[in-house]
């Protein structure tokens, strides 16, 4: 069978990925499946060649992922990979108009985060174990919840980056962008438990300056956190498996449950963009919903008689 003239420009493409901007194998497997997705389409519709393709078809290819059950995540991902495919084919081959550019995935509904209510992280928090591990489990899980860390940035604290006077925590989030983050009473004393009983020896130096460290003394890994977390909740008698994430959400939701400030929320999260602090806006909505339900005289469903 000959190779038609969008299987060349897909192959220069691909070698361009390669050879120029050095992508990883991964991420090559990753455009080239993409491509490959989109040339299915075209043999469909017996399309030879890429510059005859019009954004009539890159959204009539849109729909057909949609249907098929893709996720909008994904089709997001092909759409902005066939965007880069026809940037390069104007570039090298005078392709004047990028079809792709207009199209968005279909919109997908926001799943809720999970969270915890205020007794469960009561529970979860409160179990009476005073080994060395379990000190360093504890402060860990006490400052995810005190000041809704993301993984990375627990991870990457400093025992310097604490100021135990203004109870204030110096944390890098995305976009390697710094903020100051309030630390509570009880996330201080558990770091304070934990740095009383942590090994004096490090493996390197920066296992000498990590806040948590493993047991061989090197700054304790993202999957070890994730791996004690869950313990952790197992330890604890939780119905359900616990994340970091889940404890950021919970810190979220309780915080804006009681102040309503969603600015300062905003900016104890390190969001860059106030909608994407919204979302627990709805978590709230939801609690208020069924506490109405609960209450309300007209809202009570009448017994059959």
Known sequence: MA????????????????????????????????????????????????????????????????????????????????????????????????????????????????????????KYLGLDDSSIIALRDQAMAELFYSSGLRLAELAAINTNDIDPQSQLLTVTGKGNKTRSVPVGATALQAIVNWQAVRPATAADHDGAAALFTS????????????????????????????HPHMLRHSFASHMLESSGDLRAVQEMLGHANISTTQIYTHLDFQHLAKVYDAAHPRAKRRKRD
């Open 3 to 122: 190779v038609t003239e969008f299987e060349n420009a897909a192959t220069q493409f691909l070698d361009y990925l390669r050879n120029v901007k050095q992508f990883s194998t991964h991420t090559l497997t990753g455009y080239r499946r993409d491509l490959c997705s989109l040339k299915e389409y075209c043999d469909r519709h017996n399309i030879l060649c890429a510059q005859t393709l019009d954004e009539r078809d890159i959204r009539q290819w849109t729909s057909q992922l949609h249907r098929s059950g893709l996720a909008s995540s994904s089709i997001q991902r092909r759409l902005s990979a066939i965007r880069s495919f026809f940037n390069y084919l104007s570039r090298e081959q005078g392709q004047r108009h990028n079809p792709a550019t207009g199209v968005q995935a279909p919109r997908q509904a926001r799943k809720l985060p999970n969270t915890m209510d205020v007794d469960q992280v009561n």
């Open 215 to 242: 047991n061989r003394g090197s700054r304790i890994s993202v999957r070890n956190i994730q791996a004690r977390i869950k313990l952790l909740g197992r330890k604890s008698g939780m119905p359900r498996d616990i």
